[in-house]
């Protein structure tokens, strides 16, 4: 539906990298189809936590769900998908606490703190969240 780069520390320090690239899905589009994820509790900017599902055996993320937006969607780890390079991300956010080597991007708007769900998505991403609200709770 949509996807974030962030720049906030927390989850410079999760990815171990600086940034945290996360493509917001359903969660019934997402399929598992081999192996098991371990949960793992974490902080989150909001301070609500989040969990990240991660590779037993690399312990690569996999997948987070934040308490902010509910466990009916998930942020999926683009770095960890074999077709990384087609998603793109909407928006910069965080961009106060970006390391200062990083370039944003000038395609790409860019937020110094979070951005304002309702001028950012498209409206048919609109749809689909509503949607994922009401199917899965
Ligand atoms: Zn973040």
Known sequence: MFVHCCHCTDCGRESGTGTGLNAVIEADEIELVSG??????????????????????CQTAVWGIYNTMGPHVFFVR???????????????????????????????????????????????????????????G
């Open 36 to 57: 098991r994820l371990e949960e793992t509790l974490l902080e989150s900017h909001s301070g609500k936590g989040q969990k990240v599902y991660r590779c037993p055996k």
């Open 78 to 136: 683009v770095g960890a998908l074999e077709n990384a390079e087609t998603c793109v991300p909407n928006v910069q956010v965080y961009t106060r606490s970006k390391l200062p080597w990083v370039v944003l991007n000038p395609d790409i708007p860019a937020f110094e703190k979070f951005y304002s769900f309702k001028e950012q998505w498209p409206s048919k991403s609109i749809e689909r969240l509503k949607a994922a609200r009401e199917r899965l």
